[in-house]
C-alpha cells in the first residue's frame, strides 16, 4: 500500500526558480492538502481541495499555487522560490466528512538559497 | 496568539514513566481531536483520535479532551524507547471542511 506518495523527498532551489511538489494518493480520498513544517511552527496549511475540481487557500498560501489534477493529483508550484520557502513540505488526503484521519506523505525537504 | 498552544519540550524520561503531554485552544469551535506522532523525518502519523469531551483509551496510550476547560491530553504508560518521538495535537472546528489545525508539537525522548 503506497498511502500518500510524495515527489521529490530532497530539493535545492536558488532564489528566484520555480519548482512543483507532486503528491499522489492510492486511497480514493476526497480531499488533499499542502501543509509546511517548520520548527517551533508546527503543520500549517498551505492550500487543500476539498474534492477534485475544488481548491482553496489555507492559513500561509502566499508566494504557492496549486493544482488538483485528478482525484488522485494534488500538485504544489512555487513560481519564484525565496529563503522564507525553506521547509519541509507534507502532502496529505483524508475521506471528506470523516472529522480526522488525514494520511501524511513522507515529505518534501526543500531548501531555498 | 496562536489557536492551539503545545509546549515544544523537549520532554525527557525513564524508560516505564508515565508521560503526560498536553494541548490548549483557544476556539471553542474546535470539536475533532487528534493526536499524531511523528518519527524523525517521517511524516505525521495518527495515534488517537476523539470526538468532544471525555477519554479513549487504546493500549498504553489515553487521550482525554475537556471542552469546558479547552484542554487536551494524551497519556502514555509503561513509556518505551520506541516513543521517542514528536507529538502533535491536532483539532478540527465544526464546519471546518476538515482542516486541521496543528500546535506545534512536544518533543519526546524515552532513555533506557
Known amino acids: 500500500n503506497a498511502g500518500v506518495t510524495q515527489t521529490p523527498k530532497f530539493q535545492v532551489l536558488k532564489t528566484g526558480q520555480s519548482m512543483t511538489l507532486q503528491c499522489a494518493q492510492d486511497?480514493?480520498?476526497?480531499?488533499m492538502y499542502w501543509y509546511r513544517q517548520d520548527p517551533g511552527m508546527g503543520l500549517r496549511l498551505i492550500y487543500y481541495s476539498a474534492s477534485e475540481g475544488t481548491t482553496d487557500k489555507g492559513e500561509v498560501p502566499n508566494g504557492y499555487n496549486v493544482s488538483r489534477l485528478n482525484k488522485r493529483e494534488f500538485s504544489l508550484r512555487l513560481e519564484s522560490a525565496a529563503p522564507s520557502q525553506t521547509s519541509v513540505y507534507f502532502c496529505a488526503s483524508s475521506e471528506a466528512g470523516q472529522g480526522g484521519g488525514y494520511t501524511f506523505g513522507s515529505g518534501t525537504r526543500l531548501t531555498v538559497v | 496568539q496562536k489557536e492551539v498552544e503545545q509546549d515544544p519540550g523537549p520532554l525527557s524520561v525513564p524508560e516505564g514513566a508515565i508521560v503526560s503531554l498536553n494541548c490548549t485552544y483557544s476556539n471553542s469551535a474546535f470539536q475533532y481531536f487528534m493526536w499524531y506522532r511523528q518519527y524523525s523525518r517521517k511524516g505525521p502519523e495518527l495515534l488517537m483520535y476523539?470526538?468532544?469531551?471525555g477519554n479513549k483509551e487504546d493500549g498504553r496510550f489515553t487521550a482525554q479532551v475537556d471542552k469546558s476547560s479547552k484542554y487536551i491530553s494524551l497519556f502514555i504508560r509503561d513509556s518505551q524507547p520506541s516513543d521517542s518521538a514528536t507529538y502533535l495535537c491536532?483539532?478540527?472546528?465544526?464546519?471546518?471542511?476538515?482542516?486541521?489545525?496543528f500546535g506545534a508539537g512536544t518533543r519526546l525522548a524515552v532513555h533506557p
Open positions: 491536532a483539532m478540527i472546528r465544526s464546519g471546518g471542511y476538515n482542516k486541521l489545525i
Open positions: 486511497m480514493n480520498h476526497n480531499s
Open positions: 476523539t470526538y468532544s469531551s
